[in-house]
Nanobody, 121 residues
Framework: QVQLVESGGGLVQAGGSLRLSCRAS????????MAWYRQIPGKQRELVAS???????NYADSVNGRFTISLDDVENTAYLQMNSLTPEDTAVYYC???????????????WGQGTQVTVSS
């Protein structure tokens, strides 16, 4: 099992910045990559950013150029730097990781508990 613990959420004014952290209980990000999702009440959880084990990064169009995903393999911690925040970024942000558990490719998925980000106008 892997526990993922997010931190860094909060209330910020539009145009401001926040940095979210996701600490894993053991090494998983360096071999499997990870992703950040967000969810607004009543809506589906959406992918915000992902980073692969080789360092490749992908971003949702809505955050591209404003958000940056990164990893600290030594600390087993992932980050999401969020700049130029807008009220539309208000959501609960979740970190996500998965690992392959057998030769058939079955995966186990891990989610953090979520951290609230609120951007005021």
């Amino acid at each position: 099992q892997v526990q993922l613990v997010e931190s860094g959420g909060g209330l910020v004014q539009a145009g401001g910045s926040l940095r979210l952290s996701c600490r894993a209980s053991r090494s998983i990000f360096s071999r499997n990559g990870m992703a950040w999702y967000r969810q607004i009440p009543g809506k589906q959880r959406e992918l915000v950013a992902s980073i692969s084990s080789s360092g490749g990064r992908n971003y949702a169009d809505s955050v591209n150029g404003r958000f940056t995903i990164s990893l600290d393999d030594v600390e087993n911690t992932a980050y999401l730097q969020m700049n130029s925040l807008t009220p539309e970024d208000t959501a609960v942000y979740y970190c996500y990781a998965e690992t392959v558990v057998n030769v058939e490719g079955a995966k186990v998925k891990f989610w953090g508990q979520g951290t609230q980000v609120t951007v005021s106008s």
